[in-house]
């Protein structure tokens, strides 16, 4: 009995209204009025409460589960940095547009300015805007400026260059900005090669963008090259800072050459990625790209903050009022928190924590790119696969375990890619027994590889058509 509506028996109740001392109003137009009662499930607060349970606890989240979705950034987010938000909760959105509101809302300004500052520490860039309201939305942002930035100078440019390793979300926002898209082969060692890259410049292309570390989770040797060689061009270099768990306080982007970066708020800084929740996708410039900027944009004034929206340059707003800004209160709760020493030592564990992962994998699982490796490491199912057991294969064996399965057929130039994200806030002990739970896949793929074709035989529904479970569902009660 999974629905509500399965389990009503006429007559049976859980709660009890007190009788209606509302005179009943007699204007309501007739086409309106109901004519027969609504069909509600008639069920006692007992089976209620469990029904609504039961299905809660049918939810994956990393409060109860290890959750290594590589690229994801699934980490353990403090409750302290949620408290935080619940306190501005009670703002309204319009506050500072109103007459008198700017004195009410210096807080708020405040605390996005002040978010804003830290977050051009930590990437080493001038200005920061923190609208965008995901990752993918913050790289449309960036493009924008770029284009802004060429169009100001009188560039003609057409093209922006990728690395055949990138998220699908940098051509994407790119294109979707009008540019054409030149893509560079991931060289042997994992990386975007200088010198392919010199080959493919040319006057007409108006940005790089790179994933530093990359989608395999590797730290390219040649950025400075590469953005040397870019700006030689008049080309600028765009950061693609989604993944900022693997450096903060290690390298700032804005030192080794970019001129714009994205940051994923939803992974790194204190709140989840994924499941549809609210995200910030803040964007950090050079001072060359600043008079570009979306309004309003937040100063500081002797008076307090002010909103800055009359900038004839500007690219615009590009989100409704000032983004999400309760992931931006547990941004800044979250790097007070830490503070400088704290967000080096979130690095250091991450980046430890992957390669213990890479290290007690490897005899299991073909590594095809085998380097010392930042926040996550990518295997290939590869050896599996020849006993026609597949990456999803493992992943739905990991699912019967009890384990979200790591990221799989992702980045694209590795075949039956499996990438693990272990990130800084599991133990040893939790590793330990995801660890174990590997190589009894990779052993079972060896012994029994039909096994899997049942799997995963613990869920309430089995294998789906992945592209038509998420995009049409049916969330109806039954009868439709
Ligand atoms: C997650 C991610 C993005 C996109 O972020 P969204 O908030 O999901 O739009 C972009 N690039 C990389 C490398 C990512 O990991």
Do not use: W
Request: hydrophobic share 40%; glycine share 8%.
């Amino acid at each position: 009995m999974n629905l509500i509506y399965e389990q009503s028996v006429a007559g049976r109740r859980g709660v009890r209204l007190p009788a209606s001392d509302v005179p009943a109003a007699d204007s309501l137009p007739v086409e309106l009025l109901r004519c027969e009662p609504a069909e509600l499930p008639q069920v006692s607060e007992l089976d209620t409460v469990r029904h609504f349970t039961n299905l809660s606890r049918r939810n994956y989240s990393v409060d109860t589960h290890f959750y290594p979705l590589g690229s994801c950034t699934m980490k353990y987010n403090v409750k302290a940095v949620e408290n935080a938000a619940g306190l501005f909760a009670a703002e309204h959105p319009l506050l500072p547009l109103l007459p008198g509101g700017l004195e009410h809302a210096q807080g708020s300004l405040g605390l996005l300015h002040g978010l804003g500052l830290a977050l051009a520490e930590i990437t080493g860039m001038d200005e920061v805007t923190t609208q965008p309201l995901a990752g993918a939305h913050g790289e449309m942002t960036g493009i924008m400026l770029i284009a802004a930035y060429h169009r100001a100078k009188g560039n003609k440019k057409r093209y922006v260059v990728v690395p055949d390793s990138s998220h699908g979300t940098n051509p994407a926002s790119a294109a979707m900005v009008g540019y054409e898209i030149i893509t560079i082969p991931t060289a042997p060692y994992g990386d975007m090669d200088p010198e392919l890259f010199r080959a493919a410049m040319s006057d007409q292309v108006a940005a790089v963008m790179m994933t530093c570390p990359n989608t395999l989770g590797l730290f390219n040797p040649h950025i400075r090259e590469i953005c040397d060689i870019a700006h030689s061009f008049d080309a600028l270099c765009y950061y693609d800072g989604a993944n900022l768990n693997a450096i903060m306080g290690k390298v700032r982007p804005g030192d080794v050459g970019f001129d714009v970066i994205h940051l994923n708020l939803h992974k790194t800084f204190g709140t989840p990625h994924g499941g549809g929740g609210p995200g910030s996708g803040p964007v950090g410039v050079k001072e060359a790209l600043i008079p570009f900027l979306p309004v309003p944009r937040i100063v500081k004034k002797d008076a307090g903050f002010a909103l800055e929206t009359d900038n004839s340059t500007s690219i615009g707003r590009t989100a409704n009022f000032f983004g999400n800004f309760g992931v931006m209160v547990k941004a800044y709760a979250y790097i007070l928190l830490l503070g400088r020493e704290g967000l080096i030592r979130v690095s250091e564990q991450a980046v430890l924590n992957a390669n213990y992962m890479m290290a007690r994998l490897k005899g299991y699982y073909d590594l095809p790119y085998d380097f010392t490796c930042m926040h996550e490491c990518v295997f290939s199912a590869s050896r599996q696969v020849k006993q026609g057991v597949h990456a999803l294969d493992i992943a739905k064996f990991l699912i019967d375990k009890g384990y979200h399965p790591p990221t799989i057929y992702f980045p694209l130039i590795v075949k039956d890619a499996i990438m693990i994200e272990p990130t800084e806030t599991e133990s040893r002990e939790t590793m330990d027994l995801f660890i174990q739970v590997m190589i009894e896949a990779a052993e079972l793929a060896e012994s029994d590889p039909g096994a899997f074709a049942a799997l995963p035989a613990t869920m309430p529904v089995s294998r789906l058509d992945e592209t038509r479970a998420a995009r049409s569902q049916n969330v109806c009660f039954a009868g439709c």
